[in-house]
């Protein structure tokens, strides 16, 4: 099954070259992805593949395939709030929001597998469950698609998914057995002090000398709290705060991300964070208050499917193309909530073209994935139908 569904790759490429360009031009942001999914159903509806759309619009379940061996891949639907300036003929239409993060590519490489299954539905060895899962960029779309359901009637044994990275030329994977990507908490932090005039500090309290102060501190948090073994990281990444240049500011709001390889040091570090965030503000006449908002575990690969499955990849790609990552990713990715519910295998697809340079990141106004690395994210799909 996996040799003729490689050699007609060919026949659904234009179409999802095609599928990801509308997907690119139409970007939507996490909890807003109706005429996404409006699209996605569409696609299905005309080739005559099966799905569901989850209650509250929280993503889609498309199926074909028979017995009770089951595995699931999962793409994700959402944008992020980036303005685009990679001057493709097909770049986002919606101002202020783009596909930053190659959701797309991801996305319509899980649609055009779909294409890929469908003529030879009745000889697949297996059901293969496509989920189209909203929010991954913000509150965790997986956790809420399993909530409702989507990983039963039969179970789902085996779950893939996969990223693009422009760090890699296309043509290339890259993966890792057990822990790949961390765990994740982000927070949102208000200092308050006492507004007063610019001109008399003596008679308030700085939120902005105060915040300042926990901003530097946190990082101690990393740098004392845990061993130096330990890979973490805090990172503050908004800050505002005050009124005008003559005004002591009395508020100072700001929002940032904790990462971890482990719940266990999540939850020494957010512990730590929660103490040097007070007892530095207090040291200023001022009260720290922190809330825990997104929480993702890490991403564990199960360590035997994910060996076994890139002995396939490796014997169809070559093994100059695969690349084994010699430590764990701090970026985050709620898949881990997939890999949690069944034995799950993530891993990356060089989307950097010949002609692209170091401008090439994720979550960059300018990312722009080279559409060569469909063809490589088609083959590694028909390679999980085994």
Request: aromatic share 6%; glycine share 10%.
């Amino acid at each position: 099954m996996k040799e003729r569904l490689l050699s007609e790759i060919d026949r659904v490429l234009p179409e999802v070259i095609a599928i990801r360009r509308h997907l690119h031009a139409h970007p939507e942001l996490s909890g807003e992805e109706r005429e996404t999914i409006a699209y996605v159903c569409s696609v299905f509806d005309g080739h005559g593949i099966p799905y569901r759309v989850l209650p509250d619009g929280y993503g889609i379940v498309a199926e074909l395939g028979h017995g009770e061996k089951c595995i699931g891949i999962r793409a994700e639907l959402d944008a992020l709030p980036i303005t685009e300036e990679t001057g493709l003929p097909y770049a986002s239409v919606n101002p202020g929001v783009c596909h930053a993060c190659g959701h797309d590519i991801h996305l319509a490489a899980a649609i055009g597998f779909l294409l890929l299954l469908k003529p030879h539905e009745d000889d697949l060895p297996c059901r293969v469950r496509v989920f189209c899962q909203p929010s991954e960029e913000t509150d965790g779309g997986a956790a809420r698609m399993i909530a409702h359901g989507c990983m039963e009637n039969p179970s789902v044994g085996e779950v893939y998914g996969f990223h693009v990275n422009p760090a890699l030329p296309v043509g290339a994977v890259e993966y890792l057995p057990g822990v790949m990507n961390a765990a994740v908490t982000d927070f949102e932090l208000t200092v308050r002090g006492k507004s007063c005039h610019g001109a008399h500090p003596e008679d308030g309290a700085d939120a902005i000398v105060a915040a300042a102060a926990v901003v530097t501190a946190l990082q101690t948090a990393v740098a004392r709290r845990l061993a130096p073994t330990t890979p973490a990281v805090v990172t503050v990444g908004t800050i505002s705060g005050g009124t005008a240049s003559n005004v002591i500011a009395g508020e100072v709001a700001m929002s940032g991300t904790l990462r971890t390889l482990d719940m266990d040091t999540m939850r020494t570090l957010r512990e730590a964070v929660t103490e040097i965030a007070k007892n530095t503000a207090a040291g200023f006449g001022t009260t720290a208050e922190i809330a825990y908002t997104t929480c993702y575990p890490a991403l564990v690969n199960d360590k035997a499917l994910t060996e076994s499955y890139f002995t396939v990849v490796r014997n169809h790609l070559g093994t100059d193309h695969v690349i084994r990552m010699s430590a764990p990713s701090l970026g985050a990715d709620d898949f881990a909530f997939f890999a949690e519910a069944a034995d799950g295998c993530y891993f990356n697809i060089g989307c950097r073209g010949e002609a692209q340079g170091d401008e090439q990141v994720l979550h960059s106004a300018r990312l722009a994935p080279d559409e060569g690395c469909l063809r490589t994210a088609l083959a590694c799909l028909c390679l999980t139908v085994q």
